[in-house]
């Protein structure tokens, strides 16, 4: 598993490539936490999951986390264009029913509030 | 119905092929876990590549769930075991740790310790296997049996028994 994060506006983009499992899934939060502690301005993040080849309930709970903590300063976790097994893990967990997935970055960037 | 021999289940003469491993339960062992179970399943050439990811999923999600819980001290071995009887893929997944006080309550949606866990590994490996049982005794470990079948295959009814 591997990230890219980039702060853009009050908006962190993070695109995520490889398997989000037990394993991985801490070193995912870090480079997570580590930006949002660095920019408390931070409103959103952009999961950029298509290239993600394999998630389960390890990975889809640091997006829960994540979504827990920006969500009550009225910011939200935005998921784009997951992969199918990615798409199918968020809709069987109910995340999918919380958590806004666009198909589109452009559909991600317009719902985003921090831009 | 008469009976004969049985093995993981099923009737001896419809056991195709079976592997048995064991590892000790750490993160690093999840991926090869549901790796080698996916790359069993594959024999199973009716099995869509959909239905090979569904049981990755709930192989992570079984593997997981025994190394976060099952032992205090790190290094206790789990034993999976992937059996193909006919077309239907059996896979086993035991460990020798605590053990699971009440197993249906450890199977509720959100029932979690952790508030950075879904606690909706039970409730996904559900919804994509055909059979799935859990069981336990208190000290002696857990043992977890998952059965799938591919879509629309035709099951053989005598393989169906645990």
Same mark, same amino acid.
Do not use: H
């Given at each position: 598993?591997?990230? #890219?994060? =980039?702060?853009? !506006? =009050?908006?962190?983009?993070? !695109? *995520?490539? !490889? #398997?989000?499992?037990?394993?991985?899934? /801490? &070193?995912? =939060? &870090?480079?997570? #936490? #580590?930006?949002?502690?660095?920019? /408390?301005? *931070?409103t959103d993040i952009l999961l950029m999951m298509q290239e993600v080849t394999f998630i389960d309930s390890s990975g889809l709970g640091v997006i829960l986390g994540r979504y827990k903590r920006l969500r009550p300063h009225g910011g939200n976790v935005i998921v784009v264009a997951p992969s199918p097994q990615a798409r199918r893990a968020l809709e069987l967990s109910g995340l999918a029913s919380v958590i806004p997935i666009c198909d589109t970055e452009d559909e991600a960037w317009a719902k985003a509030v921090g831009v | 119905m008469k009976h004969g021999p049985r093995l993981w289940g099923c009737n001896l003469m419809s056991v195709k092929n079976h592997v048995t491993l064991e590892f000790p339960a750490v993160p690093e062992n999840v991926e090869f876990a549901r790796v080698a179970v996916a790359c069993f399943a594959s024999q199973i050439s009716s099995f869509t590549l959909e239905e090979i990811d569904d049981v990755k999923l709930v192989v992570s999600e079984a593997v997981s769930n025994t190394v976060l819980h099952s032992y205090d001290v790190s290094g206790g071995i789990i034993r999976l075991s992937a059996a193909r009887?006919?077309?239907?893929?059996?896979?086993?997944?035991?460990?020798?740790?605590?053990?699971?006080a009440d197993v249906s309550q450890a199977k509720t949606p959100a029932f979690t310790t952790d508030p950075d866990r879904m606690g909706m590994g039970f409730t996904i490996m559900e919804a994509l296997s055909d059979e799935l049982h859990v069981s336990s005794v208190p000290g002696e470990g857990v043992k977890v049996v998952i059965r799938k079948s591919p879509h629309g295959a035709a099951k053989d009814s005598d393989d169906k028994e645990v």
């Open positions: 598993m591997e990230t #890219e994060v =980039r702060v853009i !506006g =009050r908006v962190l983009v993070v !695109g *995520i490539w !490889g #398997e989000l499992d037990l394993n991985t899934a /801490p &070193s995912f =939060r &870090s480079a997570v #936490e #580590e930006q949002l502690d660095a920019n /408390p301005d *931070i | 009887c006919n077309d239907t893929l059996t896979v086993i997944i035991e460990d020798f740790g605590k053990g699971i």
